[in-house]
């Protein structure tokens, strides 16, 4: 037996389009203001398997010090960054912001520490540059080694050598704040800890005088968005106060790069379209596994319809990203179904 989907349409197609700032003539750079830039090389350090973690490390220069925006997968990852920011930035004090505690985004912080550790004054630990929000780095502590071990295991010995789980001492103690309190130059960087909404905790960013955002991976440039360990109604709702409050002359900057407000409809509406779906699903008396059974049987009725149906993007990744999708939004439903 099958129920009827709703004749919702939504995309399914795991696209990785990031949309280029103004070409800079380096390699590895993008620049999107005067003072904020973007390294794109993190995939050099990795293997073919971790491509998929070779995500973008952000930098905000300041006339006093740097502030950068995560630090890599691995070891390798964070050391490439931080010397591809030394040679670029100089010998600055800076600050290392981690913006949550996914391993991709701060297993590279000890890369940092092998490149910057002459810049840190004398009685001053190392880990006392790295920040975060006290969850993220509770769950840092907590996690690892078992992360690293998880990422030798898919990737290889090799890629995490050296790799080491340095957590930061300086804690976020509020929701809400400004980044003024590392460095008087980022009072304008407001922040904002968000729970459950694509991790346990991630960081949001806006400058609203240079008409930037910073939102990690809570916007994805692919159209099976990955819930991740976050909760569908907490996305939704981010990303529609994220659509509503995005000015036209606004930048977001996310983990892949700069996205312009397209994927936030994309994401969007692919999360809201799957809930309702599996809401319906729910409340028709479908089990787990036929709703999933189900969904992804459909899964070519999703596509974008100007594409072929032999269309390779609607691969086996973005086929496991779905099911586990429903899977999720299944378990977070069932208590309200009726």
Known sequence: ???????????????FLTLPASAQGEPCWQQHRA?????????QSLPAEGKNFAL???VVDSPKALLVIDSGA?????????KAIRSK????????????????????????RNVFKDTVVSGESFANRLVAGKRTADLMKARCPTCIENFSERMGGDSVKGTESLVPERVLKTQTGHLGVLQSDWVKWKYRLHKDLETEEALVLRNADLK?????????????????DGNVIDRVNFLGRLKTQLKSDETVLTSFGALDAEWI????????????????????????????EQISADITRFKNPVLPETDPRAN??????????IQRIFHQTEPFAF
């Open 89 to 112: 930035f100089g010998t600055k004090p800076f600050w290392v912001l981690n913006s949550q505690p996914k391993p991709e985004h701060v297993l590279g912080n000890v890369g940092f």
């Open 265 to 292: 409809d994309r994401n969007l509406h692919y999360f809201v379209q799957v809930h309702q779906t599996v809401l319906y699903g729910l409340e028709a008396g479908f089990s787990e596994v036929e709703l999933i």
């Open 1 to 15: 037996m099958r129920f009827k989907f709703p004749t919702f349409i939504f995309s399914v197609i795991p696209v």
């Open 316 to 325: 086996a990744q973005a086929l496991e990203t779905h099911q586990l999708n």
């Open 35 to 43: 003072t904020v830039h973007e390294w794109t090389c993190a995939g």
């Open 56 to 58: 973008s490390i952000v």
């Open 212 to 228: 930037l955002w910073w939102v990690g991976s809570a916007l994805q440039n692919r159209d099976i968005p990955d819930l991740y």
């Open 74 to 82: 691995t070891a390798a990852v964070g050391e490439s960054a931080a």
